[in-house]
Structures are given as C-alpha cells and as structure tokens.
C-alpha cells in the first residue's frame, strides 16, 4: 500500500510557473514509477510526465520543454515544475505510483488531486 498526497496547486497566470509535490508513504518508494497524470473538464485522464529511480523520464508532447519531473527518493517525494503554464494546462494533477513491475498489477496509486487554474 502506498498513500499520496499532493500540494502547490492553485491559480497562476499564463507564462507563470507552479511547482507541485507529491509525498508516498512506505519504504519503497524508490521501487516504483511515479508520475504526474491531469485532467480537464470533459476530457480524460492524460499523462503528463514519469520519472524511475534510474533518472529515465517520459513528458508529453504539449508539456516538452516547460514542465519538468523530477525524484528525491530519500523523502519519499516527486515533483512537477510548471514553467511558462498556459491556459490549456488547467486541469486536476494527479500523483500516480506504479510499482506493478515488482509488486503485481493491483500496485498502482493515485493521489487525490490538486486543482491547477493558468488564468489572468
């Protein structure tokens, strides 16, 4: 079991950054693949960003170059920094953990939400 719980999100304006933090309970923490999921209204679940303990991440098309994920395993925290935030990225954030590789297919988490509004 592995409880999240996420902070920093609230109201930037366009071009703004917003740095959110996601601690997991536990002590293998470091085992698994944490990552950042968003979702708008009326639209679905989107990946935003992963990160393994090994430094190798995945960011999605739309966030390349602004956004960056980034791991402190020995404070059992990811985080997402939010650079350059436009409109579009209004959205909930979610912390998801997936240690499905080591611990089977029911090992995966997810936070509950902050809200995230770029807006002038």
């Known amino acids: 079991q592995m409880q999240l719980v996420e902070s920093g999100g609230g109201l930037v304006q366009p071009g703004g950054s917003l740095r959110l933090s996601c601690v997991g309970s536990?002590?293998?923490?470091?085992?698994?693949?944490m990552g950042w999921y968003r979702q708008a209204p009326g639209k679905q679940r989107e990946l935003v960003a992963t990160?393994?303990?090994?430094?190798?991440?995945e960011l999605a098309d739309s966030v390349k170059g602004r956004f960056a994920i980034s791991r402190d395993n020995a404070a059992n925290t990811v985080n997402l920094q939010m650079n350059n935030v436009k409109p579009e990225d209004t959205a909930v954030y979610y912390c998801?953990?997936?240690?499905?590789?080591?611990?089977?297919?029911?090992?995966?988490?997810w936070g509950q939400g902050t809200q995230v509004t770029v807006s002038s």
């Open positions: 536990g002590d293998a923490f470091s085992s698994y693949v």
């Open positions: 998801h953990a997936d240690g499905s590789t080591w611990y089977g297919p029911d090992s995966l988490y």
């Open positions: 990160m393994v303990t090994g430094g190798y991440t």
